[in-house]
């Protein structure tokens, strides 16, 4: 048997466009490649995830003629495809295992994981059983993604007599994610001794990315087969009997590696799934505007990218030097925009009320907030999707101003600590030295105010992303962080300004996930809390 693994970037609600991917694939499949079956990704007509999009009444007939469609448009090859099936008031999360105009059988989820990303329990009933169908000689066990992370359904798999598991998935990255899967994927082979073809969808969708990283694995759990990471892609694996040789191995991607691929393909993807054509950007001469310029460009080349220094008081020459060098290094439109005029203009306006008051963080925040106006103003204008460019640290800790640095559509290093910047931005300049030396090595700076550096409010990166990690991935307590070495007075105010600073994040724009909890679907601390 030849088995095709279409590793598909689907479109959540496009299910026309989805439909005709599936269709186009699989007839690649059968003609060009042989294959006798293709397996397509969990829910791969209505892409994953579609969260309330299922309740709406229209979705249900769309979904209804894309199976039609499927059954009356192709012939000559099985097809097991992700699709949400509606019975009655339930929903579920099914897949479909079509053949010349049949469906020969019908698998739906029977875990459904309700952890971390995941909500499936708000939308799907659990399906009950095993699902194992007769093809081709082989008897083929039926699954979808959460049921090889519970030992369960594949043991029922087996004793209903499967001889090879297909798996569809929709199952989206974080650091380290393909290893863990491969290495429970090799645990379910051997409790079985089942062979496994796993496939998962690849692209982004809102503040998920899906990597990839499509496996096929014998009786043994040893690893027969790799597609590449974050690449869309059909891919043929020859199996004889239940038996699987020994095929391509693409590599696994080093961390920092994989980490800049998902950040790339979550913008470009957010960029063009939303119909953006290009970008614009604040670049400040600092490392986080540098880093997020870099993404930009190399998901969307550098055409579709408006870099902007927007230059006050406080300003230093290196800054203005290190982000001409930059632009011109990547070839992208750069202007620079001084705001000036309109911060010397706002302080004149607000003069009177502020009488007798020192300055304080109102001034620096007034600054961030004319550079929002400015940015914005090009938006809307130019059409620009406007990315914002903070870093996880700072908006862990509130060192962010609302309406000013915070003020765009898509956060790409949202999920990134500091420290994390830093080893990205050298990663990438080893590619092709485009970030300036001084960016990297010159103390962090919002430059708001005289000789200001990030030491004056926050703890050293080095101190901070431990202490954040640990309490936002972790869920320690202050004790629990102290004893790992840090001062205790110290976590306990960095904590107390995580909580304070809850309410921005409930306002800033989705970001790429790439760590094991980001701020966004799987954080959900309450605002007003005397914990």
């Not at 799907?124 to 093809?135: K, L, M, N, R, S």
């Not at 130019?382 to 609302?402: D, F, I, P, Q």
């Not at 999920?415 to 092709?432: E, F, P, S």
């Not at 202490?467 to 991935?473: K, M, P, R, S, V």
Request: glycine share 8%.
């Amino acid at each position: 048997m030849k088995i095709g693994l279409a590793q598909i970037n689907t479109h959540v609600g496009a299910i026309s466009t989805n439909t005709q991917v599936v269709l186009d694939t699989a007839r690649r499949a059968r003609d060009d490649l042989g294959c006798d079956v293709v397996v397509f990704p969990e829910l791969a007509l209505s892409g994953y995830p579609p969260e309330d999009l299922l309740f709406h009444r229209g979705m249900r007939l769309r979904v209804e003629a894309a199976l039609d469609s499927l059954l009356n448009n192709l012939e000559g090859i099985a097809v097991y495809v992700g699709y949400p099936e509606y019975s009655d008031t339930a929903i579920y999360n099914a897949a479909a295992f079509l053949y010349n105009g049949e469906i020969l059988a019908r698998h739906r989820k029977i875990v459904l994981p309700n952890y971390a990303v995941f909500d499936e329990k708000r939308y799907f009933q659990p399906g009950e059983g095993a699902t194992v169908i007769e093809f081709g000689g082989l008897r083929l066990g039926l699954t979808i993604c959460e049921d090889v992370w519970e030992p369960e359904p594949v043991l029922a798999a087996k004793a209903a007599g499967a001889e090879l598991l297909l798996v569809c998935n929709g199952s989206p990255y974080h650091l380290g994610k393909q290893q863990s899967r491969e290495r429970l994927l090799a645990e379910r082979c051997r409790s079985t001794n089942l062979p496994i073809v796993y496939v998962n969808m690849v692209g982004g969708q809102d503040e998920l990315v899906f990597d990839g990283g499509s496996v096929v694995l014998d009786a043994k759990g040893e690893l027969r087969y790799r597609a590449p990471a974050f690449a869309e892609g059909l891919f043929a694996i020859e199996l004889d009997a239940a038996e699987v040789p020994q095929q391509e191995l693409a590599p696994l991607l080093p961390l920092t590696e994989s980490i800049y691929a998902a950040l790339t393909t979550g913008t470009r993807d957010y960029v063009n799934k939303n119909g953006f054509q290009s970008v614009v950007l604040g670049l400040s001469g600092g490392a986080d505007s540098a880093l997020t310029l870099c993404v930009a460009v190399d998901a969307l080349g550098a055409d579709r990218v408006h870099a902007v220094m927007m230059p006050s008081r406080y300003t230093s020459a290196m800054s203005l030097e290190d982000a001409e060098l930059q632009t011109q290094s990547l070839g992208v439109r750069y202007d620079v925009l001084s705001i000036e005029p309109i911060f010397e203009t706002t302080q004149s306006v607000l003069a009177e009320v502020f009488t007798g008051l020192p300055a304080d963080a109102t001034e620096e925040n007034i600054q961030a907030r004319c550079r929002g106006i400015l940015l914005m103003a090009l938006s809307n204008k130019l059409g620009r999707l406007l990315l914002t460019t903070g870093n996880k640290s700072e908006m862990a800790v509130g060192y962010a101003t609302l309406y000013g640095d915070m003020a765009g559509g898509f956060a790409p290093l949202k999920d990134c600590t500091k420290t994390l910047v830093y080893q990205l931005a050298h990663y990438r300049n080893g590619l092709a030295t485009v970030i300036p030396q001084r960016v990297l090595t010159r103390e962090p700076t919002a430059e708001l105010r005289p000789d200001q550096k990030d030491v004056d409010s926050l703890p050293p990166y080095e101190v901070l992303d431990p202490i954040l990690e640990a309490f936002i991935e972790k869920d320690y307590s202050v004790d629990q962080i102290a004893e790992l070495g840090f001062d205790r007075a110290i976590v306990g105010r960095v904590l107390e300004m995580v909580k304070r600073a809850e309410y921005k994040r409930r306002q800033a724009p989705p970001g790429v996930r790439v760590s094991g909890r980001a701020f966004g679907r799987d954080w959900r601390y309450p605002i007003t809390s005397g914990y």
